[in-house]
């Protein structure tokens, strides 16, 4: 915890208003807010409520750890035979090799079973995907 500031209000309607504001290391901020009809009731709740939080970021901070291969129990030549086998990269050609104009994609999606293609916007010059929509109609992203 860097800080830790608290504010207490009160207001007609609600009654008591008890605002912790904690900053904590790696710019994270727990905020908790409580009201209620008493201040002390207000604070014992919001400080009950602030503890939960703290053990959840405990926790949550001391729960996660890198893995090596030996806590997942690999033995070393298991890893370097599937490091020295030889992937296989297949390439795949690309059916469109330039963008299209939206009236080109409607048709070729009217058309074609594909459901989307990258069109160019002439107006602002950027790329958009234009697909058919389950219910037959065509978005664009």
């Given at each position: 915890?860097?800080?830790a500031n608290?504010?207490i209000?009160?207001?007609?309607?609600k009654?008591?208003t008890?605002e912790?504001?904690?900053n904590?290391?790696?710019k994270?901020?727990i905020?908790i807010t409580?009201?209620?009809k008493?201040?002390y009731a207000?604070i014992?709740?919001?400080?009950?409520r602030v503890?939960?939080?703290?053990r959840?970021h405990?926790?949550?901070?001391?729960?996660?750890?890198?893995?090596?291969f030996k806590?997942?129990?690999?033995?070393?030549?298991?890893v370097?035979?599937?490091?020295s086998e030889?992937?296989e990269?297949?390439p795949?050609?690309?059916?469109?090799?330039?963008p299209?104009?939206f009236d080109e994609?409607?048709?070729?999606?009217r058309a074609?079973?594909?459901?989307?293609?990258?069109v160019?916007n002439?107006n602002?010059g950027?790329?958009?995907v234009?697909y058919?929509?389950?219910?037959?109609?065509f978005g664009?992203?």
């Amino acid at each position: 915890i860097t800080t830790a500031n608290t504010v207490i209000s009160k207001s007609e309607k609600k009654g008591f208003t008890v605002e912790f504001i904690i900053n904590l290391k790696d710019k994270n901020t727990i905020v908790i807010t409580q009201n209620d009809k008493d201040v002390y009731a207000a604070i014992d709740l919001a400080i009950e409520r602030v503890k939960k939080s703290l053990r959840r970021h405990s926790d949550k901070i001391k729960g996660h750890k890198i893995m090596s291969f030996k806590d997942m129990g690999v033995d070393a030549e298991a890893v370097t035979e599937l490091d020295s086998e030889d992937a296989e990269i297949v390439p795949m050609d690309l059916e469109l090799h330039k963008p299209m104009d939206f009236d080109e994609a409607i048709e070729a999606l009217r058309a074609e079973t594909k459901r989307q293609f990258i069109v160019f916007n002439d107006n602002d010059g950027l790329m958009r995907v234009m697909y058919k929509r389950a219910d037959g109609k065509f978005g664009l992203y």
